[in-house]
Each structure stands twice: as C-alpha cells, then as structure tokens.
C-alpha cells in the first residue's frame, strides 16, 4: 500500500494489526488534519486483512464511519 503508505504489522486467524505513517502533507485536509478519507482507507484495508485470515474473499460493497470528534484544537 504505497500511496496510502500503510504497513501490515501483524496478522493472524481473525485479526490484523496495519498502521498507517500518517502525515498532514500527503494526507491532510485543508485544516492540517489527516482527513477522513485516509482514516477510513486504513480502516477498509484492515477489514479485507481479517476476512482474507479466515479464507473469505471479500470486498467492500457498502461502509460507512461515524467521527465523533476531531483531532484538531481550534485555531480560530
């Protein structure tokens, strides 16, 4: 995963641990936070990382991901 820069860490039967060298230049929003999109790709990427464990072929059809706060403290 070279563009979005994530990095499988571990993986065995049902679990998969990736992370992601988020940086705000390659992946940030207009606000200098590592935008949602990226977050959720990470997220995506460890789904179809744990289904493959267990020998399910998947992908993803539909998804969605609730942010409840964000990392930011105000600026302005």
């Known amino acids: ?24 230049a390659t992946h940030g929003n207009r606000y200098g936070a ?4 990226a977050l959720f790709t990470l997220a995506d990427t460890a789904l179809g990382a744990v289904c493959y464990t267990i020998g399910a072929m998947v992908v993803t059809m539909s998804a ?3 942010f ?5 403290k105000k600026k302005w």
């Open 64 to 66: 969605s991901i609730n």
């Open 34 to 37: 590592i935008h949602g999109g």
């Open 68 to 72: 409840i706060k964000n990392s930011m």
């Open 1 to 24: 995963m070279h563009v979005a820069k994530i990095e499988v860490e571990e993986v065995k039967w049902g679990f998969a641990r990736l992370s992601m060298a988020a940086d705000p």
